[in-house]
């Protein structure tokens, strides 16, 4: 099905994203992989080639696109080539706009250049080992101390947790109210910010998914993003446009699974002829194929909305909910319709299985979806 929402400027940066992950990324792959973690090389490069928040103003190196279809390019760029370590998403259409929303001026031109150059990495660290869907449960905390928040606590599950030069990390600020929450920007360098173990994960396994440890880290006032206290409303705010792009990965990572998929049952025989000529190949190919192709309808609607800024938090929410649980059921029969070699890493349908996996639960897990869906129709 033509996809109608992209113009001739968006095929254009396609196609040079895709030179550049070509050039610069399939031949890392396997090594990042190995490493556990991708090279800042890698984001170096993305940043000068102009890849990394197309949004921001020219003045801090942007492109000044504010249009979600060039992020949506992006995720399903990296999808399409199943890179999950190098989160250009998380960094540019994720965290970025964190600052482009709360940041005050001299914090723009203060970090903005380099987040757009690639020299400054991003991560946001919500998730605690006893806090993550019930974010209010958080105990990491901040106290004024005049000049400075004194910063104490952990977080865990952290996206970029090792790269990252620039945390946007979420601290209790008024004990006596759960949502009392301030965001900090935490820098690399600064005393007492301890990065603890690169977690070993079922997959993902280029992506440097780390323990955070903060213990009296004086963040300076000049560091707070936005107004103190207002934290817990602002991820409220972020949430939704993270789960979108949670959305336009995971439809394209079915899309990609069920591409190999279909080229791998053409070429494949049992019982004297291809496995694709048998009915429930057949079948199974039609029913991924629709689901596909509605969903990316559904992810394509929901880009424009976002660019018309009327995308609401349950759409969203629906989008994230609908999309990922597709990929999980697309990549499990696309393993089972490589049969034995499906379970074996040289086929790439093996890390695919293993990266979707946890696209069900982060960014909200497809029951706390269910819970914004049921609290918008009044259930709650
Ligand atoms: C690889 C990876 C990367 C991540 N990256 C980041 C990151 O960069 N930054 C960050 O802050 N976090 C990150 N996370 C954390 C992620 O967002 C959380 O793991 C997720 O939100 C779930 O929280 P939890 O793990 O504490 O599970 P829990 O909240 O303990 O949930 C456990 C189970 O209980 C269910 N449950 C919980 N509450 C309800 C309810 N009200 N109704 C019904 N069921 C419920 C959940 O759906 C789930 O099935 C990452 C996690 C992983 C694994």
């Known amino acids: 099905m033509e996809r109608l929402h992209f113009e001739q400027e968006h095929n254009i940066f396609r196609e040079s994203f895709r030179e550049f992950l070509q050039r610069e990324v399939i031949p890392q792959q396997e090594q990042w992989e190995r490493d556990g973690i991708v090279s800042r090389d890698a984001w170096r490069r993305a940043g000068e080639a102009g890849f990394l928040v197309p949004f921001a103003d020219e003045k801090y190196g942007g492109a000044g696109c504010r249009d979600f279809r060039y992020d949506q390019v992006i995720c399903e760029e990296l999808s399409y080539i199943n890179e999950a370590g190098l989160m250009f998403p998380l960094h540019s259409s994720l965290c970025a706009p964190y600052l482009d929303a709360f940041a005050n001026d001299e914090q723009k031109d203060r970090w903005m250049p380099g987040i757009v150059s690639g020299e400054k990495i991003l991560a946001v660290a919500m998730t605690e080992p006893q806090a993550g869907?019930?974010?209010?449960?958080?105990?990491?905390?901040?106290?004024?101390?005049?000049?400075?928040?004194?910063?104490?606590?952990?977080?865990?599950?952290?996206?970029?947790?090792?790269?990252?030069?620039?945390?946007?990390?979420?601290?209790?600020?008024?004990?006596?109210?759960?949502?009392?929450?301030?965001?900090?920007?935490?820098?690399?360098?600064?005393?007492?910010?301890?990065?603890?173990?690169?977690?070993?994960?079922?997959?993902?396994?280029?992506?440097?998914?780390?323990?955070?440890?903060?213990?009296?880290?004086?963040?300076?006032?000049?560091?707070?993003?936005?107004?103190?206290?207002?934290?817990?409303?602002?991820?409220?705010?972020?949430?939704?446009?993270e789960r979108l792009t949670l959305a336009c990965s995971a439809v394209a990572g079915a899309r990609a699974a069920y591409g190999l998929t279909k080229e791998y049952v053409l070429g494949r025989k049992a019982f004297g002829r291809e496995i694709a000529k048998f009915q429930n190949t057949r079948f199974k190919l039609a029913e991924m194929k629709t689901e596909i192709d509605?969903?990316?309808?559904?992810?394509?609607?929901?880009?424009?909305?976002?660019?018309?800024?009327?995308?609401?938090?349950?759409?969203?929410?629906?989008?994230?909910?609908?999309?990922?649980?597709?990929?999980?059921?697309?990549?499990d029969q696309c393993v089972q319709l490589h049969g034995g070699w499906g379970y074996m890493d040289e086929y790439p349908i093996s890390r695919m299985y293993t990266n979707a996996r946890i696209q069900r639960i982060f960014a909200g897990t497809s029951e706390i979806m269910k819970e914004i869906i049921g609290r918008a129709e009044g259930l709650a």
Not at 162 to 184: E, F, K, S
Not at 217 to 236: H, T
């Open 133 to 241: 869907s019930d974010l209010a449960g958080m105990k990491t905390r901040a106290e004024d101390r005049g000049d400075h928040w004194l910063l104490n606590g952990s977080k865990v599950f952290i996206s970029n947790g090792i790269l990252c030069d620039l945390c946007i990390v979420a601290a209790r600020t008024d004990p006596a109210n759960p949502h009392g929450m301030t965001l900090l920007i935490v820098e690399d360098g600064m005393p007492g910010f301890e990065r603890g173990r690169r977690l070993k994960k079922m997959g993902m396994h280029s992506q440097d998914t780390a323990e955070l440890f903060f213990n009296d880290v004086q963040v300076p006032k000049a560091n707070v993003l936005g107004e103190p206290g207002a934290g817990f409303y602002y991820l409220m705010q972020m949430l939704g446009k």
């Open 294 to 331: 509605i969903g990316q309808v559904f992810v394509d609607r929901c880009v424009m909305d976002i660019n018309a800024g009327r995308l609401g938090d349950d759409i969203a929410a629906e989008a994230k909910l609908w999309t990922t649980e597709m990929l999980g059921r697309v990549v």
